[in-house]
């Protein structure tokens, strides 16, 4: 009889967004099959009971191809007939087996009397699987939820396949917490994905002192699965003479099996005795409590020891949560053991308290002012800084970067201000607001014209200051820093900012490859060259002094004590000692952030020295470390390319990208490791990559760019015209016809040696008619691209794209005659070189410019 297929799981399973790419992982790696059906559909767990024919039989009543005897009837059954000859052993023991012996293990015989009648509403419940979608309570007396202790009772579960795991440990360092939450919500979906375990959905939060996720809709049980069972080596299966030992027998008995149906199969280590047959899935709770260690295992490579678990951690582990329906789920994880308590902050609300599901979770820690979502809690610390910063006057303008950072540090999101001296204020701005934002942690606010108000608030991890010791520690604190910057610009002063920048002429100027001296020389051959190249002579004075002064900053005392603000203390020290606009803003600039919202360098000395300093970091990264991958980025290479790119794109220059590489390789001279043109190759490889991924940012379809950048990608500025004009033209009626003769032509003329047209051997009027609208459109093409207007040029080809299609329609391309078929193709790559003058067509999708 014909085997049942292995089951599959019939819960949907509408996988989060941020683990599509897990989900593909998991499938790779061999997960089982998933369906996506409706939850009424799903077919109740399968059982190990075989009916007649050893085949896998339900036991809830789902999927049954007829009724099941009852007991009365079975009684009334005449004597059952001897098996036939040749029907397996297992077989017979199975005929003559009472029917509760048939039940899985984990299900408990039960018998059922025969004058109770089950419910008609219940029994449709049953068999179209609907009933464990809601748990409802036993009536009193008879199973009823007991009180718990402290008189809290327990909630009633309304959701069937809730996993609930939260982690707290000891304070994570901020940058470390967002990194462990999203791998742990990964592994988990991954861990369950490859058991066919998918959930509907997933939720994942976390604060410095606990992770935690949530998966909903999980199925009752793993699908049951073809598996494949060894058994002993083959020599000791069968005898010399192909008999089966008795260590076969035992093996075809232990599996209820004929020793006949066993089959030999080799493996890594030989030939063993195997049988083939459907594995019946483990119940939830079994699957969850192997994978749910194992992804908490693998959280961390490295760490301490905080116990003798499974693996290490970075902070000490203090409890797991771990709950499936309400009920505690059997695990352990380095030494601590799963339960369904857990505790709020560790000083405010430190008593434990009982969870049950995840809503009551949520609600419970939200009542003692925990906010476990981190967009949430980032929105909340939002609301009560700008609350905080009316209340005192003032405004406050917050970077989305330090939004975020500050969210990390609190679970509570609070906010408490405060007062200082106004003469403590007579500081740059940008330098109060940075060292305060360090170290304590105080932002200063502003008034309506953009200067610095005597008030600051502050982030904390509590909701409120009723005594005010916090907001007096706070003031100490901040006056006795701000006194600190007062006494290092005093200091810095007293030195010029040119006599500090000759003093590390001899100096490493971190790239490993050369001094500070070495690479000011090279900035400054750079950007002189593109002075000229440009028509800036009259820059060419302000940025030899600039780059005279590049680096002189990281000698003085201030950016030693707040790093990132090297360049900008240059600027202002510049600006202090009376430079001209155009060099002091060029350093200022320097020290510019390279994120999307970070405004560009000002005048073309600035972003002439902003590109020469980044593409000599870029040729130092790639030769000492190569180019950077998903994982790997010790340099920073990739932001720093992806502001050079952004800088070309926006600033107007028009610089060729490829010789900017190979200008900046030259520079270096010998003291590159390794080929230099390995380097320019690769660099400009990694560019062109930068350069899509901009585009992207920008908001053009993948098809537009792959098109653009095909033809010519070296000219930024010139790039985006024509990225801009491909835009615009592809929703004119003309631009499918464009597209379908670019198609055409490349699909004739792909991998043909290149020919000349000869005008003797156009006999066709088709043909002839294409070359003469081949020379009106390269020329109007011609004047559209010299003056920069490629929608016109993109719009004179469709003239073209007529003479095309009626040319494919009267004239044979591949004619019998060498010397005819030679020149259409000649005349076909000279319309497809016209065709790719603005981009290359043929990569557009012809239906989007329907």
Known sequence: MKRRSPARIASPCSTPAAFSKAASVAAGRGALPITSRPASSCCGPLSRRRGKGGRAMPTDGSRRRRPRRTAKKQARKAPAEKPAAGQPASEKKAAEKPAAEHKPADQEPTEKPAAEKEPAEKKAERLSGSAAAEVPPPAAGEGAPQPRPGGASPEVIRTAGELLLELRVEELPPRRVAVLAERLATRIFEELMSCGLGPRDLSSGFTRRRLMVCCRGLPPREPDRQGRELGPPAA????????????????????????????????????????????????????????????????VSRGVRWGGGLGPFPRPLRSLLALLDGEVLAIGFAGLTAGDRTTGHPVLSPSPFRVADYAGYRRALRARGILVGESERRAALQARLEGAAAAAGGKLSLPRDMLQRLSLECEIPGVVGGEVDPRLLELPPEIADAALALRPGALLLRDADGQLLPRFVVVVDRPDDPDQRVCRGYERAVAGRLTDLHHLLQADREIPLARRARRLDEQDDGSGLGTWGDKRARLTALVESWCRELGLDDHAAAAREAIALFGGDRDTALVRELPSLAGVVG?????????????????YDQGLS?????????????????????????????????????????????????????????????LDLDLL?????????????????????????????????????RGYAYDEIA?????????????????????????????????????????????????????????????????ATLGRVRAAV?????????????????????AVDRFFADVLVMDEDQERRHNRIALLQSARRVLWRVARLQEMEAGAAD
């Open 571 to 587: 600027g202002l020290y510049a600006r202090a000692e009376g430079y001209v606009e155009a060099v002091w803003q060029a350093l």
């Open 594 to 654: 390279t994120s999307d919202d970070a405004p560009l360098p000002r005048g073309p000395v600035g972003q002439l020295l902003a590109i020469a300093s980044r593409l000599d970091e870029l040729v130092a990264g790639v030769a000492l470390a190569g180019i950077p991958t998903s994982r790997r980025d010790p340099r920073r290479l990739r932001p720093l390319a992806q502001g050079l790119v952004r800088l070309l794109m926006s600033s107007g220059l028009e």
């Open 782 to 802: 011609d004047e559209a691209i010299g003056d920069g207007r490629y929608e016109e040029a993109l719009a004179a080809m469709a003239e073209l794209a007529d």
């Open 236 to 299: 000791e299966a069968w005898d010399e003479d192909g008999r089966p030992t008795a260590a076969l027998v035992r093996f075809a008995e232990r599996l209820e099996v004929e020793p006949e149906e066993v089959e030999r199969v080799k493996t890594e280590k030989g030939e063993y005795a195997a049988v083939d047959r459907q594995l019946a899935g483990r119940p939830l709770a079994a699957a969850l409590s192997e994978l749910v260690p194992r992804a908490l295992a693998g959280l």
């Open 661 to 697: 590489v190979v200008g900046a390789v030259l520079r270096f001279g010998e003291r590159l490791p390794g080929s230099g043109d390995e380097v320019v190759a690769a660099l400009q490889s990694f560019l062109l990559e930068r350069v899509k991924n901009e585009l992207g940012r």
């Open 707 to 771: 098109a653009a950048t095909a033809v010519r990608a070296n000219l930024l500025p010139d790039l985006l015209r024509r990225m801009e004009a491909l835009r615009r033209a592809r929703s004119e009626p003309y631009f499918g016809a464009l597209v379908h003769a670019a198609k055409r032509i490349g699909s004739i003329v792909q991998g043909a040696d290149e020919h000349k047209i000869r005008p003797s051997l156009l006999v066709e009027e088709a043909e002839q008619a294409l070359h």
